[in-house]
Nanobody, 126 residues
Framework: VQLQASGGGLVQAGDSLKLACAASGRTFSSYDMGWFRQAPGKEREFVGA????????YYEDSVKGRFTISRDNAENTVYLEMNILKPEDTAVYYC????????????????????WGQGTLVTVSS
């Protein structure tokens, strides 16, 4: 699957931003989708994920209550809505598709994802 992320930009602390990730190729609706981010000088970290059906979402602790992942399987798109942004949210954000269809687990690691978007930069100024 090919993934194209968009929606990044420069915002101020407290603002909101919504990222989108458009997918093409293999059956999008069969795969869990994840969002990751990588800040300068840091390793890529898990932000959140949504199951293939959209029925469950998982979030890293620092974004719980502020970020929301959703998907539109009819449009082959997954979203990351980010609210109350903080300077520490500054990073390149990546969307990714899980390697296996109909994944039934709840743990997500970068190595679990086989397809990655190109990343979109989010910069939050204080």
């Amino acid at each position: 699957v090919q993934l194209q992320a968009s929606g990044g930009g420069l915002v101020q602390a407290g603002d909101s931003l919504k990222l989108a990730c458009a997918a093409s190729g293999r059956t999008f609706s069969s795969y869990d989708m994840g969002w990751f981010r990588q800040a300068p000088g840091k390793e890529r970290e898990f932000v959140g994920a949504i199951t293939w059906s959209g029925g469950r979402t998982y979030y890293e602790d620092s974004v719980k209550g502020r970020f929301t992942i959703s998907r539109d399987n009819a449009e082959n798109t997954v979203y990351l809505e980010m609210n109350i942004l903080k300077p520490e949210d500054t990073a390149v954000y990546y969307c990714a598709a899980h390697r296996f269809p109909y994944y039934s687990g709840s743990a997500y690691f970068p190595s679990d994802f086989g397809s990655w978007g190109q990343g979109t930069l989010v910069t939050v100024s204080s």
